[in-house]
């Protein structure tokens, strides 16, 4: 029995996979716990270090460079879900003057490095008279970035449908929108999902480059305090919150894939109850009586 890229193994495979897998777990947690106790041994969980928490100011500040994580995260997610619905269209377009822009911009900013872009918007586009600040040098990279990424996993997932179902729908006499919107769109969504949200999670981490150009984020949040000597330059405690916070909102974003995935299933199951191929209960049989018959 063969999978689409692989051998199934065999019980010796599993067996050797299983074993693998035991060893790579008791090294990653080694890894973790001799980590754990370095941090133990130099001081890393003394109060002292940890009382920063306990200021409200700090927590209001705190809770203010969050909020501006995540909007920098949601307008970026916007825009470049947005521009790769356009583009993606673009690059599947019949015509060659839409076709081959959509294909230069996208692949163009897809080779170049995110960084690159931020810098090129915060320190470039004012040299040239355009105003821009840290915010929106910020979201324009993530949107150019992520959207060009974005633009081709949208067209990958309708490429992958089946061709009969455009054509079915051509035969029906859609419009290409039409067949586009109606047909291929929700169908492709159930495969792009897995890849739309990893990317999203992408630009969620991504976020942390603004505090590259002074964008008050959390990472330059951490940075402020991490070296505050007020509370002894508690550096891994701040960082370790704050890579908590990333991690729960990453954790969050897989959590909504999963649900969205899962109630896409439910949705295509059949309700419980006759099913649209049960035959109706028999009926019985039709029996007409003669005029003037009194007996059945």
Not at 31 to 56: C, I, K, M, P
Not at 72 to 96: I, K, Q, Y
Request: aromatic residues 12%.
């Amino acid at each position: 029995m063969t999978a689409v890229l692989f051998d199934v193994p065999g019980p010796r495979g599993v067996a050797r996979n299983r074993l693998a897998g035991v060893l790579g777990s008791a090294v990653v947690l080694g890894v973790l716990g001799y980590v754990l106790y370095r941090f133990y041994d130099t001081g890393q969980f003394e109060g002292r270090l940890w009382s920063w928490l306990q200021y409200e100011q700090i927590q209001r500040d705190l809770i203010k460079a969050l909020s501006s994580t995540l909007r920098a995260f949601a307008a970026g997610a916007v825009l470049a879900l947005a521009f790769g619905a356009v583009f993606a269209a673009g690059r599947l377009s019949e015509h060659g003057w839409l076709r081959l822009p959509s294909v230069l911009v996208v692949e163009f900013f897809r080779a170049i490095p995110l960084l690159i872009l931020i810098f090129l918007f915060y320190y470039g586009l004012p040299s040239a008279g355009v105003k821009m600040t840290p915010f929106m040098a910020l979201v324009l990279g993530l949107m150019l970035y992520n959207g060009s990424v974005l633009a081709e996993v949208f067209r990958a997932g309708i490429l992958s449908l089946p061709r009969g179902q455009s054509e079915a729908a051509y035969a029906l006499g859609m419009r290409k929108t039409q067949v586009m919107t109606l047909v291929l769109l929700p169908q492709a969504l159930r495969a792009m999902l897995p890849a739309i949200i990893s990317q999203l999670v992408v630009l969620l981490k991504d976020t942390a480059l603004g505090f590259l150009i002074t964008y008050y984020e959390l990472l330059r949040y951490a940075q402020n305090i991490g070296g505050s000597f007020q509370f002894g330059r508690p550096l891994i405690p701040v960082f370790i919150v704050v890579s908590s916070i990333y991690i729960t909102l990453c954790l969050l974003l897989t959590w909504l894939a999963t649900y969205l995935e899962s109630r896409n299933r439910r949705s295509k199951r059949i309700p419980a109850g006759r099913g649209p191929t049960e035959l109706a209960p028999e009926q019985p049989p039709l029996v007409i009586i003669p005029a003037g018959d009194a007996t059945l």
